[in-house]
């Protein structure tokens, strides 16, 4: 039975009170598992959240025969004596993510065979950077039957240079992971800067590994030629999820009266709360919390153009927050989209209920604001673009319902509760 979301706008009021706490990071706990393919023992993860993408990682695990327990956002992977080379088709095709194993696999087997992964369309996402680091490190690649076949030429890898072309977050951690057992050193140029990227190579360098300037354009890891990595007993806290914290930042200060996002980091959403505070949103900033307490002056915020760039800069998956944001401001702005095409497939549902959004080309559009929002039945087309609706929702007139629970469920753990929690009028629903 499918679901879907309703939720009664507050047509503009800034009504929404009270303690939003944040989640564990999806990005960084889908990782986190795929890491424990380098570890010779158990290991237990806490604040991991309870969210559609863990449980399809947690099945993938299982599907190469790790045993996952998974109670209360506290998880434990229990590897088994040898893993099975191979990774679920059907599983793969479900989840972007799922390429992100096929290193460590190939690090700890010296083999893997994967499908072309799935995951939310958000125009082309290629794998050429993961298939090319495969085989700097000295691995071949054969493609047959609808399956990629990555084979360590000697059952081990050899560190290599590897420059990417362009930045790539899962690119990053999947050949970190690759490296982390290999023979001799690899250096990644060119490397993602995420907190995720950081918060592995921690829990990995804890570990047994190797692993300096994660955090930086250049990562070097020494390999331990193919000694598992041991956790000892250790548990591993999932950091907070700054996406969340993004989408919450917007809600808070389109919606709030005075808003608390709790549990969250936010030197990781550095560029949104500078472009928030140049727009007039008063903010709070603590070391754990930012409290939101609506605008500076009565007046709609001021319209500012935003760009999204790899990390620290703007992230791409606040990008579709942002345009409602800027739906709620004074003024005319482009938003210019850098790292994906085919991310402006929200346009033309806000534009239903009320917005002045310019698709200029498939990287840039020109929003106009303020606009009121008013009801709509919305179906979201990618999982970060579906808490953008709620919050779409939010501010409207009117009664919106949006469609596809299960898009958001795969990213954010029981939004309708957190929301409710703060005077969102949010139910879900069974529909046909
Ligand atoms: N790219 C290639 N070839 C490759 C890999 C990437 O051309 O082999 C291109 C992509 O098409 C894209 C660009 O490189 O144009 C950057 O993509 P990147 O590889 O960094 O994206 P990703 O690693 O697939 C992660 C997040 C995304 C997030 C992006 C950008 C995970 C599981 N996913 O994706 O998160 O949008 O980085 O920050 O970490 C989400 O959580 O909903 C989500 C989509």
Redesign the pocket.
């Known amino acids: 039975m499918r679901e879907r979301f309703v939720v009664e706008g507050l047509a503009g009021k800034r009504a929404l009170r009270g303690d939003l706490p944040v989640s564990g990071a999806?990005?960084a706990a889908?990782?986190f598992l795929a890491a424990t393919i380098l570890f010779d023992d158990e290991v237990t993860f806490d604040n991991m959240p309870a969210i559609e993408d863990i449980h399809r990682m947690g099945e993938l695990l299982e599907s190469s025969g790790a045993t996952v327990r998974f109670e209360d956002h506290t998880m434990t992977v229990v590897p088994p004596a040898q893993w099975k080379p191979a990774l679920d088709t059907a599983i793969a095709k479900r989840l972007?993510?799922s390429i992100?194993p096929t290193g460590p696999m190939l690090a700890d087997m010296g083999e893997v065979t994967f499908p072309f992964p799935g995951g939310?369309v958000?125009?082309?996402?290629?794998?050429?950077?993961?298939l090319s680091g495969f085989e700097a490190l000295g691995a071949s690649v054969e493609e047959r039957d609808e399956q990629f076949h990555v084979r360590a030429k000697d059952g081990v890898l050899h560190g290599a240079h590897i420059f990417f072309p362009?930045?790539?977050?899962?690119?990053t951690e999947t050949l970190m992971m690759a490296a982390a057992l290999a023979e001799g050193e690899t250096v990644l140029e060119n490397a993602?800067m995420?907190p995720?990227i950081v918060a592995l190579a921690q829990m990995l360098n804890a570990s047994g590994a190797n692993i300096e300037g994660a955090g930086t354009p250049v990562i070097r890891i020494n390999g331990t030629a193919g000694k598992p990595l041991h956790a000892n007993g250790q548990t591993f806290t999932i950091p907070p999820d700054r996406?969340e914290t993004g989408s919450f930042l917007v809600l808070a200060a389109l919606a709030g009266d005075d808003v608390t996002i709790s549990r969250c980091e936010p030197t990781h959403v550095r560029s949104l709360l500078d472009l928030l505070s140049r727009a007039g949103v008063l903010l709070e900033v603590g070391d754990s919390f930012v409290r939101v307490r609506g605008s500076a002056a009565p007046a709609p915020y001021t319209s500012i153009s935003v760009r999204t760039h790899?990390y620290p800069g703007f992230?791409?998956?606040l990008q579709a927050l942002m345009a409602i944001f800027l739906t709620q401001a004074e003024g005319e702005a482009t938003v210019l989209e850098t790292?994906?095409d085919g991310r402006f497939r929200y346009a033309d549902d806000l534009n239903r209920m009320g917005a002045d959004i310019t698709v200029m080309n498939p990287h840039r559009i020109l929003v106009r604001g303020p606009k009121q929002l008013s009801r709509a039945k919305l179906e979201s087309p990618?999982?970060?673009a579906g808490l953008a609706y709620i919050i779409a929702a939010a501010i409207a007139s009117g009664v919106s319902h949006i469609d596809n629970a299960y898009v958001i469920d795969r990213?954010y753990e029981k939004i309708e509760d957190r929301l409710a929690g703060i005077g969102l009028s949010i139910r879900r629903e069974q529909c046909e």
Not at 124 to 130: K, M, T, V
């Open positions: 999806k990005n889908l990782k972007r993510a992100v939310c958000l125009g082309e996402r290629p794998i050429d950077l993961f362009f930045v790539s977050v899962t690119g993602a995420e995720e996406i790899e992230p791409t998956d790292i994906f990618d999982l970060r990213g």
